[in-house]
């Protein structure tokens, strides 16, 4: 089995920071590319950002020079810096990750979600 734990979510000012952790633990012997998506309540989850474990990344327009991804390899973790955050970033965050297990299977899954509320 596979976790992937999120943290650093909360209440932020418009114009603030936040920033968002995700650790996979458990039988994962490689993790591939990972991710951040949001979901509104009645809305499809759409793509934050993502990063290959080659450290190339990929985001939405809508945080592009603002939201910054990154991972530690070595700790199983992706960071989700978010900047200059907007009352439209309001959401409830995802981790996601895939990779494989030991023995070779295919592994992906998901984060439980943290929230993070923007006041403006």
């Known amino acids: 089995q596979v976790q992937l734990v999120e943290s650093g979510g909360g209440l932020a000012q418009a114009g603030g920071s936040l920033r968002l952790s995700c650790t996979a633990s458990?039988?994962?012997?490689?993790?591939?590319?990972m991710g951040w998506y949001r979901q509104d309540p009645g809305k499809q989850r759409e793509l934050v950002a993502t990063?290959?474990?080659?450290?190339?990344?990929n985001y939405a327009d809508s945080v592009k020079g603002r939201f910054t991804i990154s991972r530690d390899n070595a700790k199983n973790t992706v960071y989700l810096q978010m900047n200059r955050l907007k009352a439209g970033d309001t959401s409830v965050y995802y981790c996601n990750a895939e990779g494989t297990y030991y023995g070779g299977s295919y592994y992906y899954g998901w984060g439980q979600g943290t929230q993070v509320t923007v006041s403006s």
């Open positions: 990063i290959t474990s080659g450290s190339r990344t």
């Open positions: 458990g039988s994962i012997e490689r993790l591939n590319a």
